[in-house]
């Protein structure tokens, strides 16, 4: 069974940080572009940051505006497992924030971030909080 889950969210003050971890199993994740997505209440769904799969244009990743220069994307493939360097937060970053998997190719790993992915994991929230 495919399944992905996520993990590290939680309360933090502005300006603080977080590292969340999306861990596959039943799949090994160096041949998907991963994908980090969030969705606060009362608002569209938000491609944060993906990152190409080890098979393609290896290390490739997109930011969101909102988030570059704060968050950092990272894979261990030997973990199997997808990393989201949160730095620097801010009360606008709370949301539940969703990790997804993408088997096909695309051109650029900006089109993951706006479409999504075939796999996703069930979230993590994130609150940003004094």
């Known amino acids: 069974q495919l399944q992905l889950v996520e993990s590290g969210g939680g309360l933090v003050q502005p300006g603080g940080s977080l590292r969340l971890s999306c861990a596959a199993s039943g799949f090994t994740l160096d041949y998907y572009a991963i994908g980090w997505f969030r969705q606060a209440p009362g608002k569209e769904r938000e491609g944060v940051s993906c990152?190409?799969?080890?098979?393609?244009?290896?290390?490739?990743?997109y930011y969101a505006d909102s988030v570059k220069g704060r968050f950092t994307i990272s894979r261990d493939n030997a973990k199997n497992t997808v990393y989201l360097e949160m730095n620097s937060l801010k009360p606008e970053d709370t949301a539940v924030y969703y990790c997804?998997?993408?088997?096909?190719?695309?051109?650029?790993?900006?089109?993951?971030?706006?479409?999504?992915?075939?796999?996703w994991g069930q979230g993590t929230q994130v609150t940003v909080s004094s």
């Open positions: 997804a998997a993408d088997s096909r190719p695309r051109p650029s790993v900006k089109i993951m971030c706006v479409i999504g992915g075939d796999y």
């Open positions: 990152i190409s799969s080890s098979a393609g244009s290896t290390g490739s990743t």
